[in-house]
């Protein structure tokens, strides 16, 4: 035990608190090395903690002066040794010109492009990867074909694994740019149908060792974007948000903030969590529709066009159960925002200095519409999850781009085009 000498107190090594995986169908236990789904029933699994062991050895006092990543939560983290590149800890920004535009004094933007790859991905895969690497799996795979696949290849080469990424046949190059850049294998796949993708991808996987990094299925990913919750009930003092808006395809992050926050409330460390509100676009929406409907599983649904790529998914499966039900028991809601709110949106992001991708600023979209609507009261404190850059998708941000102005060089020309 050393001295910190910021603080004068003796400094802990933090550690894990993980004890076990258990279904959350039919109650079975597992050890770490049981990666995927239930073997007895098929159920999600869930990693469980010593919250006694917990709750005696976190002390929020010292918080400031641990390290400025997802792993100052350590106790609440399923490995030791991480890999990581200094993930979340991401910059809460208090919104200081579109406030009033939106309708709400207090709101916030939980700014996740300035993470490693940047997106909230890498929250997931530095605990994906860091799990790999404790098993002794060699290789890591994913079915992506934007922030997942290029998260999974950078947290891979850290950790000098391999990385393999398919992606249907038709994907154009850029969006895999990044992948491809930290020397992922990416494969270009000639399937007949989604399905015989998504067939071909779980054979591979079995067949060669790989990890599946699918959220649907690892019941590890999630646990980075647990710290959602720590994040905002800190930056809150410990009072988190009134609400909290999230973009999602197919919810993991929603379900890992939901259980963050059910975490801290069972330690005591905070009274009330946030309402979470469920986001996607208007032209893919199978969860929100469910959720309106008062069904407790979503439907599969033929998805419309939409500029928001990165939330297409036309089947949330029976995940989105926990999706929703984490809605609900939060209090919260769903909501739908068109593409043409979507664009504006990102507008006004770029007012607040943040450059967005359509699937972050659909979240200030879901908040101005709430707004209009009488379900959030303009005192409220609200927080609007930005989950990427908006380098991630420059076609769509040129849809928002302003020409530039051809001058001729002398002053009087330059003049005239001095219109702000």
């Known amino acids: 035990m050393e001295a910190d000498s ?43 903690y010593d919250y006694e062991g917990i709750a005696e050895e976190f002390c929020i006092e ?16 399923p490995v030791d040794e991480p890999i990581s590149l200094g993930e979340g800890n991401t910059p809460l920004i208090r919104c200081e010109r579109v406030s009033e535009e939106i309708g709400i004094r207090n709101l916030y933007l939980k700014d996740e492009t300035v993470n ?12 994906n990867v860091s799990i790999a690497k404790e098993l002794g799996v060699k290789t890591v795979a994913i079915i992506s074909t934007g922030n997942a696949a290029a998260s999974l290849a950078a947290y891979a080469t850290r950790a000098d694994l391999k990385a393999v990424v ?9 969006k895999i740019a990044q992948a491809l850049v930290h020397g992922a294998l990416v494969l270009k796949i ?67 903030a ?35 409907e008062g069904r407790e599983v979503a439907s599969p649904i033929s998805p419309g066009k939409t500029i928001v790529t990165s939330l297409i998914v036309s089947n949330p499966g029976p995940k989105s159960a926990l999706v929703l039900k984490a ?29 967005s991708e359509p699937g972050g600023a659909i979240s200030l979209a879901a908040a101005k519409r709430l707004v209009d609507r009488g379900v959030i009261d303009p005192p409220d404190s609200v927080v609007c999850l930005i989950t990427g850059s908006g380098f991630k998708d420059m076609k769509s941000v040129e849809k928002i781009l302003k020409k530039p102005i051809h001058v001729d060089p002398t002053l009087e020309s330059l003049e005239k085009a001095l219109i702000w």
């Open 6 to 48: 910021r603080s004068g107190r003796s400094k802990k090594e933090l550690r894990s608190f993980f004890t076990y995986l258990k279904c959350l169908n039919c109650g079975a236990v597992y050890g770490k090395e049981e990666v995927y789904l239930c073997p007895r029933c098929g159920g999600f699994l869930d990693p469980k």
């Open 62 to 77: 010292d918080l400031p002066f641990r390290e400025r990543s997802i792993w100052k939560w350590k106790e609440f983290m």
């Open 116 to 127: 490693p790859t940047g997106s909230l991905k890498d929250r997931s895969t530095s605990v």
């Open 166 to 174: 398919m992606v249907p046949e038709a994907t154009p190059n850029a």
């Open 190 to 256: 000639r399937a007949r149908s989604m399905a015989e993708f998504y067939e071909l991808y779980e054979k591979a996987c079995s067949e060669f060792g790989w990890m599946n990094s699918v959220g649907g299925v690892n019941p590890y990913r999630n646990e980075g974007k647990k710290t959602y919750a720590y994040e905002l009930s800190e930056a809150f003092d410990w009072d988190p948000p009134d609400w909290f808006i999230m973009p999602m395809a197919g919810g993991n992050a929603l379900i890992a």
């Open 258 to 292: 939901w259980k963050g926050f059910k975490e801290l409330f069972s330690l005591g460390l905070i009274s009330k969590a946030s309402k979470l509100v469920g986001v996607q676009p208007k032209e893919c929406a199978a969860i929100v529709k469910a959720f309106r």
């Open 327 to 355: 809605i609900r028991e939060s209090n919260g809601t769903c909501d739908d925002p068109s593409d043409d709110e979507v664009l504006e949106a990102m507008k006004l992001l770029a007012k607040e200095g943040i450059f």
